[in-house]
């Protein structure tokens, strides 16, 4: 009784306390899979927020349509006032107001997105956190056990090793870690830290052994020799690639879509301007490429899937506007 009773506190003392980790792992019983489960989240909150994404769209149309209809008064603005820029941006904002032109319409979907992207971010490094510290307290209790019926060394190393499945999904050998040439299975430094590839997790209270001694057997089998022993890498960089790939088409067509507001006081302006969201463009696939490099595969599958869904939606939606335009000019 007094052993049961140690066991059943180490695995106790794991708990999931964050919001979306707790659908997440509701969503994973049915899926079963971390990886397709974060596939199916995907596309479940994608079409919950489809009509903030349509709304956020038809307001870039808007302002687009209002700013093509004002480029000529703006082109007058702009060469009646070009040696007195504080001037023409005080006549361009009067102009934009009466018009009923509005360059902040689009925002409030932005930044509805951006908080559920942190959200759902949190959510996943918690289920990381939580399935790793879990493996431990169980590979605790199992090492335990296994002490308490005399079991030898050998036995008990041999025993752990098996206990530990990392939770694989297509090409990648386990979805808690990221899809680069990384180990399998993480190391004390790994576990612990917040850095880079870094799990940021603590260990349960009440192990009697080591993380070494409990995770070792799975390292001495799963983890790479060397980084040229490629069969034994996670990953192969693929969701990072496509992480980049896939956020650099979204933001191509996403501007697209955006009104072209052509405000600049000057043509050295308009370059400036030009050349910043250039680097923007650039920029900004790489730093979430990054993120899918740090941290664990599955939170580079959501931002993949999320960015797949995204650009479809958008093709789509081009593709009904254009043909609304078309009947409405033949009309």
């Given at each position: 009784?007094?052993?049961?009773?140690?066991?059943?506190?180490?695995?106790?003392?794991?708990?999931?306390?964050?919001?979306?980790?707790?659908?997440?792992?509701?969503?994973?019983?049915?899926?079963?899979?971390?990886?397709?489960?974060?596939?199916?989240?995907?596309?479940?909150?994608?079409?919950?927020?489809?009509?903030?994404?349509?709304?956020?769209?038809?307001?870039?149309?808007?302002?687009?349509?209002?700013?093509?209809?004002?480029?000529?008064?703006?082109?007058?603005?702009?060469?009646?006032?070009?040696?007195?820029?504080?001037?023409?941006?005080?006549?361009?904002?009067?102009?934009?107001?009466?018009?009923?032109?509005?360059?902040?319409?689009?925002?409030?979907?932005?930044?509805?997105?951006?908080?559920?992207?942190?959200?759902?971010?949190?959510?996943?490094?918690?289920?990381?956190?939580?399935?790793?510290?879990?493996?431990?307290?169980?590979?605790?209790?199992?090492?335990?056990?296994?002490?308490?019926?005399?079991?030898?060394?050998?036995?008990?190393?041999?025993?752990?090793?098996?206990?530990?499945?990392?939770?694989?999904?297509?090409?990648?050998?386990?979805?808690?870690?990221?899809?680069?040439?990384?180990?399998?299975?993480?190391?004390?430094?790994?576990?612990?830290?917040?850095?880079?590839?870094?799990?940021?997790?603590?260990?349960?209270?009440?192990?009697?052994?080591?993380?070494?001694?409990?995770?070792?057997?799975?390292?001495?089998?799963?983890?790479?020799?060397?980084?040229?022993?490629?069969?034994?890498?996670?990953?192969?960089?693929?969701?990072?690639?496509?992480?980049?790939?896939?956020?650099?088409?979204?933001?191509?067509?996403?501007?697209?879509?955006?009104?072209?507001?052509?405000?600049?006081?000057?043509?050295?302006?308009?370059?400036?301007?030009?050349?910043?969201?250039?680097?923007?463009?650039?920029?900004?696939?790489?730093?979430?490429?990054?993120?899918?490099?740090?941290?664990?595969?599955?939170?580079?599958?959501?931002?993949?899937?999320?960015?797949?869904?995204?650009?479809?939606?958008?093709?789509?939606?081009?593709?009904?506007?254009?043909?609304?335009?078309?009947?409405s000019a033949n009309a």
């Open positions: 009784m007094a052993f049961m009773t140690l066991l059943a506190s180490t695995v106790d003392q794991v708990e999931m306390t964050n919001l979306v980790g707790k659908l997440l792992l509701l969503l994973r019983e049915g899926v079963g899979n971390f990886g397709w489960t974060v596939v199916v989240f995907t596309i479940i909150l994608r079409f919950a927020l489809l009509p903030l994404d349509i709304w956020q769209k038809f307001s870039m149309r808007k302002q687009q349509k209002k700013m093509a209809a004002l480029q000529p008064k703006l082109a007058k603005i702009q060469k009646q006032y070009a040696n007195n820029p504080e001037m023409l941006r005080q006549k361009q904002y009067e102009l934009q107001r009466s018009s009923g032109v509005n360059m902040l319409a689009s925002c409030l979907p932005m930044i509805v997105t951006m908080v559920v992207f942190f959200v759902v971010f949190a959510g996943f490094r918690a289920l990381v956190v939580y399935d790793n510290q879990l493996i431990v307290a169980r590979l605790n209790d199992a090492y335990n056990e296994m002490v308490a019926a005399g079991a030898s060394a050998e036995e008990i190393n041999a025993h752990l090793a098996a206990m530990y499945q990392p939770e694989g999904w297509l090409w990648i050998k386990n979805v808690h870690m990221s899809d680069i040439g990384t180990n399998v299975i993480p190391s004390y430094e790994n576990f612990i830290s917040s850095g880079w590839g870094g799990i940021n997790a603590t260990l349960p209270n009440g192990l009697s052994a080591s993380y070494e001694t409990l995770v070792g057997p799975a390292m001495e089998v799963y983890n790479k020799q060397s980084f040229w022993d490629v069969a034994r890498w996670n990953g192969y960089f693929i969701l990072p690639i496509l992480a980049i790939a896939t956020s650099f088409l979204s933001t191509m067509l996403l501007q697209k879509m955006q009104p072209q507001t052509n405000m600049a006081a000057d043509a050295e302006q308009q370059k400036a301007q030009q050349k910043s969201m250039k680097m923007m463009n650039y920029i900004m696939p790489l730093m979430l490429g990054v993120f899918a490099i740090m941290y664990s595969a599955a939170f580079a599958i959501y931002y993949v899937v999320s960015n797949i869904l995204s650009t479809l939606t958008s093709v789509i939606f081009n593709l009904i506007i254009k043909k609304v335009d078309a009947k």
